[in-house]
């Protein structure tokens, strides 16, 4: 019992003292969420870019397409 007391005043310290634990994992969710989606983002833009910067650096060597 004193162990699952312990674990769950570690976890509120984890969530900087929230005043309701399960408040701060939702927002900890949510948060993770808003993360990801914002990673997706920054990976689609370096995808393009790369993309676009294979193409321009394309030569043609007796009919042939070599990325270089």
């Given at each position: 019992l004193y162990a699952?007391?312990?674990a769950l005043v570690e976890v509120k310290n984890l969530l900087n003292n929230v005043p309701d634990i399960m408040q701060g994992v939702h927002r900890l969710i949510a948060d993770n969420?808003?993360?990801k989606k914002e990673?997706?983002?920054y990976v689609k833009e370096k995808t393009v870019?790369?993309?676009q910067r294979i193409i321009e650096r394309k030569e043609v060597v007796n009919g042939v397409?070599?990325?270089r």
């Open positions: 699952k007391e312990d969420e808003e993360m990673l997706q983002g870019q790369l993309k397409h070599l990325f």
